[in-house]
């Protein structure tokens, strides 16, 4: 649950340091000046959310949480793609126990990224559909390179976006536009993003996308710690409990949603339809 912690308020200095992490799967660089952590998610090619990307990005953040890091950033190591969401493979044909396993570690990051204290922000320094706008919602800044594109896309696989997954959307777009953008399965441009206030701010490359999210770490400085994780929390607690109210529900949702006939097929489909993508563009 959600518990708030005092960060110091004292600038560090010295050089960057590496946190260890549990695997390749993410790194945590610390910037000893800001104090401010960068979380890089590398699976290539897509940072697809498998079972061990995810238990590796929930990891990273309990690590960032421990150490005090002023504010957390996160973004990717592949150069066109923030997160492509779920990883497809883990939902076709799945084995059930990985299944069950999977949702309730995407739950776990996005109760842990919701919920940290800490200032966060999220360099999309590429697409950023369905799980990969999970991550970047959660979060309290986003800052996306052009050309890209962001949205919840779920429908478009035959499954359906759970509450707690769309509060992060709500917290930023109006119902309106987010119950419209669900049932079509919109994936925003960058543009549009940022006309619709989805993202907060465009840069031209990743590195300016993490400095824009530093600077906005950057003015909590003179605030208050602990008033301002009080603060985000009387925001965010409401989704926060309605979540642990359900989230065993929720997985047995998931589950028999997935095991239905016609959404493997629409799964099935769906997979072939990006591998066909790829044969077109060779
Ligand atoms: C009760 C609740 C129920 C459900 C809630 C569900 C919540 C979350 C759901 C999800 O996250 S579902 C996943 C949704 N993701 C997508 O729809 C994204 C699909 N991918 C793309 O659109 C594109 O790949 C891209 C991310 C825009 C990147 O495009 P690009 O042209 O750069 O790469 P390419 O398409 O050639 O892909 C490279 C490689 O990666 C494979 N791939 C892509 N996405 C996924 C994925 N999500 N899972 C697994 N694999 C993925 C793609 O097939 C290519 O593989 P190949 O090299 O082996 O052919």
Request: net charge positive; aromatic share 6%.
């Amino acid at each position: 649950m959600f518990s708030p912690r005092v960060v110091s308020l004292v600038p560090r200095t010295g050089p960057r340091r590496f946190m260890s992490t549990a695997s390749k799967l993410t790194t945590v660089e610390v910037n000893d000046k800001t104090g401010i952590a960068t979380l890089t998610m590398c699976r290539p090619p897509v940072n697809g959310q498998n079972l061990e990307l995810l238990l590796d990005i929930k990891s990273s953040i309990k690590e960032i949480e421990n150490d005090s890091s002023r504010g957390l950033i996160i973004t990717s190591a592949s150069p066109k793609v923030f997160c492509a969401g779920l990883d497809i493979l883990e939902m076709h044909k799945p084995d059930q126990q990985r299944l069950r396993a999977v949702w309730t570690e995407l739950q776990n990051v996005w109760c842990a990224l919701y919920g940290i204290s800490m200032p966060t922000a999220a360099a999309i320094n590429g697409h950023a559909p369905a799980g990969g706008c999970l991550l970047a919602t959660a979060c309290e800044y986003r800052v996306m390179v052009p050309d890209c594109r962001i949205g919840l896309n779920e429908t478009q696989l035959g499954i359906i976006a759970p509450k707690w997954l769309v509060s992060g959307f709500l917290n930023i777009l109006p119902k309106r536009v987010a119950e419209r953008a669900l049932t079509q399965s919109r994936l925003f441009t960058t543009d549009e993003a940022l006309q619709e206030g989805l993202i907060d701010e465009i840069a031209n490359s990743k590195e300016e996308a993490v400095e824009k999210c530093a600077a906005f770490i950057g003015t909590f400085s003179k605030v208050n710690p602990v008033a301002r994780a009080l603060t985000k929390l009387q925001f965010r607690a409401e989704n926060l409990r309605q979540f642990h109210k359900e989230r065993e529900q929720d997985v047995e949702n998931f589950l028999s949603l997935v095991n239905r006939p016609e959404v493997q097929k629409g799964i099935g489909a769906y997979l072939e339809g990006l591998k066909k993508k790829k044969a077109n563009k060779q």
